[in-house]
């Protein structure tokens, strides 16, 4: 299913971790090797035909399928240039971990197929290649390491409800109110990553005023984003705004948990029908109000996946990619945020990463996607895509608004 939108994504995941100290090469690649040979869909390639498509479990690949690493003055850097690669769906491996390091410091780029994971599990594989990196130091082997390979199938989610319940889900979810970026260019320009960072302190003082204002950090980012496309005149305070977030749907398996390895990702759609209002805090309310309605149906964000599961199964290829062209282009502006992950889990020989940053789908024009992830508190938002420099300037002051934004609503007394 992710596949059918890779005309307009890349299909990938990435990753950025920085290590205040130097990794072992060697054990990191076996620790990586242990990972993707541990689950078969990591080391298998998408073989995608003009009526069907299907996995194809490689026996054989090499350590350059799945690592890779380099010396360089400036680890982080090379590290943000690797992580902008995608994966192909027909690469030999599914998931690829470049090392970039100097004399002090490494850097990590992970990068993993959206056709297997979301960010979710891409942050559950994050801790099973550092878990399998520490099981070699103390052990020499990786014999302990367990990684989920059961189904990977999203039925899991709604096979145990009731018929009733089921078809009540038989419906389109967009607002039917569609945002249009409006990118400097026109033309594609080339992959770039583009960042703001929100410093833990920072994080503090507007989760705390989230929190006064009955809010999640999720909501006040969402209205961050609303308030920041109005403030562009190109779109403005009068019209329609809509804006896609992503919610996680494995509270709805069986044991809150997956299987295997998925992509669960649910839309949450919102939209300002009667455009944005001037004051934030008039842009929170409505976005609080549509989220908690949203929050409190029952099998809120899995409205039309049975659809889509069986148009999937009983369509071909070529017209599934025609319909998927029409349904993702109604899709423009989003955001997807991670929440807060811990750094603990992540260290590797007793080295914490100090920082990191999770990008989402590298999109195309005219699409654009805001990711969202906290390492420790400190959070990053960026914007990962094939834009020119005058887009990109663009995408960051959208950024540097949805900061200050939010900074100036922490600072705001009730």
């Given at each position: 299913m992710q596949y059918l939108a890779h005309a307009f994504n890349d299909n990938t995941i990435r990753f950025v971790l920085r290590y205040p100290g130097r990794l072992e090469e060697e054990i990191l690649a076996r620790a990586v090797q242990a990972v993707v040979s541990s689950v078969d869909v990591l080391h298998a390639s998408f073989v995608a035909g003009h009526t069907t498509a299907y996995w194809r479990v490689n026996a054989q690949y090499a350590q350059a399928d799945y690592f890779t690493a380099l010396e360089t003055e400036q680890p982080t850097d090379a590290a943000v240039t690797a992580a902008l690669a995608g994966i192909a769906p027909d690469s030999k491996t599914q998931m690829h971990c470049t090392l970039a390091q100097s004399s002090s410091e490494a850097a990590l780029a992970v990068r993993i197929s959206h056709l297997c994971v979301d960010g979710g599990d891409g942050k559950y594989l994050l801790e099973k290649i550092c878990e399998a990196y520490n099981l070699l130091l103390r052990d020499g082997h990786t014999q302990a390491l367990q990684v989920k390979n059961g189904s990977r199938a999203a039925e899991q989610m709604y096979e145990h409800l009731h018929s009733h319940e089921v078809r009540s889900l038989l419906k389109n979810p967009m607002t039917g109110v569609k945002t249009i970026y409006p990118f400097a260019d026109a033309e594609a320009g080339e992959k770039r990553l583009v960042g703001c960072r929100i410093e833990r302190e920072e994080m503090q003082r507007i989760r705390a005023r989230a929190k006064e204002r009955k809010a999640t950090f999720n909501d006040a980012l969402l209205a961050a984003c609303y308030q920041a496309l109005?403030?562009?005149?190109?779109?403005?305070?009068?019209?329609?705004?809509?804006?896609?977030?992503?919610?996680?749907?494995?509270?709805?398996?069986?044991?809150?948990?997956?299987?295997?390895?998925?992509?669960?990702?649910?839309?949450?759609?919102?939209?300002?029908?009667?455009?944005?209002?001037?004051?934030?805090?008039?842009?929170?309310?409505?976005?609080?109000?549509?989220?908690?309605?949203?929050?409190?149906?029952?099998?809120?964000?899995?409205?039309?996946?049975?659809?889509?599961?069986?148009?999937?199964?009983?369509?071909?290829?070529?017209?599934?990619?025609?319909?998927?062209?029409?349904?993702?282009?109604?899709?423009?502006?989003?955001?997807?945020?991670?929440?807060?992950?811990?750094?603990?889990?992540?260290?590797?020989?007793?080295?914490?990463?100090?920082?990191?940053?999770?990008?989402?789908?590298?999109?195309?024009?005219?699409?654009?996607?805001?990711?969202?992830?906290?390492?420790?508190?400190?959070?990053?938002?960026?914007?990962?895509?094939?834009?020119?420099?005058?887009?990109?300037?663009?995408?960051?002051?959208?950024?540097?608004?949805?900061?200050?934004?939010?900074?100036?609503?922490?600072?705001?007394?009730?």
């Open positions: 109005a403030d562009r005149e190109e779109i403005g305070h009068q019209q329609p705004v809509s804006v896609m977030s992503m919610m996680d749907l494995r509270r709805y398996c069986p044991q809150g948990e997956s299987e295997g390895l998925c992509n669960m990702a649910g839309s949450m759609p919102t939209a300002l029908r009667d455009g944005v209002p001037e004051q934030f805090d008039d842009t929170l309310s409505l976005v609080c109000a549509q989220t908690k309605r949203f929050k409190e149906e029952p099998l809120a964000g899995m409205e039309g996946l049975p659809l889509l599961h069986g148009a999937a199964r009983t369509l071909p290829l070529g017209l599934l990619l025609r319909v998927a062209g029409r349904v993702y282009a109604n899709m423009s502006v989003g955001i997807t945020n991670l929440g807060n992950i811990a750094c603990a889990p992540l260290q590797m020989g007793g080295i914490t990463p100090e920082e990191g940053l999770f990008g989402g789908p590298l999109k195309r024009k005219p699409n654009m996607q805001i990711s969202a992830a906290s390492f420790d508190g400190q959070c990053i938002l960026c914007v990962v895509g094939e834009y020119t420099q005058r887009d990109a300037d663009m995408l960051q002051e959208t950024l540097e608004k949805m900061k200050k934004i939010l900074l100036d609503f922490a600072e705001a007394t009730t």
